[in-house]
């Protein structure tokens, strides 16, 4: 049950435990309020309610009454319309207007329906906006990213994997204005991660955590080594498909990013055992430096995420080094962390786990009798 059917059910059933009534005869009496109209239902409960339903169900609700939208307004922070398969440009022109307080927006598509005008909008009325996702909107352009620059400077993450019209003059300018971005999905943005534009990422966005720029193929090593130099705290970083890296990308990450956790070079057939003998003397060469920033926290050092499937130019050696350096990194059923598919000569590295289990458990000593 969902939509108006859902809200009229919960509308019936719905009863508040109220304040004492004299005629109860106690001193702390317990009366029963029945809620008879909408208007009825307090602001606070009201949003209580809506953070309980679907998004669906949230729009449905704003177009009850003025009074509702009005609530939904002030209490709205997190909103996916992913949901909806027809018309979602239109619905966005109509609500975001009315939902000014939204921080998180999914506008996620398997169909193009988004455009500029939609986007425009957003950035017009969603000022506090924190995390955005346009994944698949084919249909915008350059305007979009623009727009956004000027409207959303306090985005902290943004996804738009698969805007295959974006170019990186767009890109670039808007690093220049949301320099809070810590999350960054561009996979599948040929025309728009080209070194160029990673070279702004790298000097305006040294928050950057986590960035994909899987199938970027105009991607080269003078744009990865700018995000290395500039983005210090890069955790996650998926270079798969971007054939035209070598050794020296790895090199400058695994020397500048100390925080570095999960690496994607799937098909990155450039790279040999000179970046993974770099990456696994980055363990002992940071080490001082690692310990010294988390300082009493908690937190696992090193890679704990690589795939290098297809990567052909790999030997045994080098990979299993790798993996003795960085224990997190599993072989192993059920555990694959390290990513070797492809790679018919590297069938003999294992991880620590192999190991143990090749050695198996201690002999138990005899008791005395």
């Not at 702390?28 to 009201?46: F, T």
């Not at 998004?55 to 939208?69: E, I, K, M, N, Y």
């Not at 500029?116 to 084919?138: G, N, R, T």
Request: proline residues 3%.
């Amino acid at each position: 049950m969902g939509g108006a059917e859902g809200l009229n059910f919960s509308f019936e059933n719905m009863v508040i435990l109220g304040g004492g009534d004299d005629n109860d005869g106690g001193e702390m009496g317990v009366g029963v309020v029945r809620i008879s109209e909408w208007k009825d239902i307090p602001v606070e409960l009201l949003v209580r309610i809506l953070s309980l339903v679907d998004d669906r169900t949230v729009v449905v609700a704003s177009g009850v009454c003025r009074g509702w939208r009005d609530a939904v307004s002030w209490g709205l922070t997190h909103l996916s319309l992913s949901w909806c398969k027809k018309n979602m440009n239109n619905l966005v022109l109509s609500l975001v207007p009315e939902f000014t307080k939204l921080q998180f927006l999914i506008l996620r598509q398997n169909v193009p329906q988004l455009q500029d005008d939609a986007v425009e909008k957003i950035a017009s009325h969603c000022h506090d906006l924190q995390e955005l996702d346009l994944s698949k909107s084919f249909l915008l352009t350059d305007r979009s990213l623009y727009a956004i620059a000027h409207g959303c400077p306090n985005l902290v993450k943004l996804n738009i994997s698969g805007c295959s019209a974006f170019s990186d003059t767009a890109l670039g300018y808007l690093t220049g204005f949301c320099r809070k971005l810590k999350s960054l999905n561009l996979c599948g943005c040929v025309w728009t991660a080209s070194d160029r534009a990673l070279m702004a990422i790298g000097y305006n966005c040294n928050k950057l955590q986590y960035l994909n720029l899987g199938w970027c193929d105009r991607v080269g090593d003078e744009g990865v080594k700018s995000l290395a130099y500039g983005c210090p705290d890069l955790r996650a970083i998926d270079l798969c498909g971007c054939v035209l890296i070598t050794d020296d990308s790895v090199i400058a990450l695994a020397n500048n990013c100390l925080h570095l956790r999960s690496l994607g070079l799937y098909f990155c057939q450039n790279i040999t055992d000179r970046a993974m003998y770099s990456l696994a003397q980055s363990r002992v060469k940071n080490k001082r430096e690692v310990w010294a920033s988390v300082k009493n926290r908690y937190e696992e050092e090193g890679l704990t995420n690589l795939n290098i499937s297809q990567c052909t130019a790999l030997t045994p050696p080098a990979v299993q080094a790798l993996c003795d350096s960085f224990p997190a990194l599993h072989t192993c059923s059920g555990r694959h962390s390290l990513i070797i598919s492809g790679c018919l000569n590297l069938t003999s590295v294992h991880c620590a786990c192999a190991v143990q289990a090749h050695r198996g458990p201690a002999a138990l000593p005899h008791l005395a009798h």
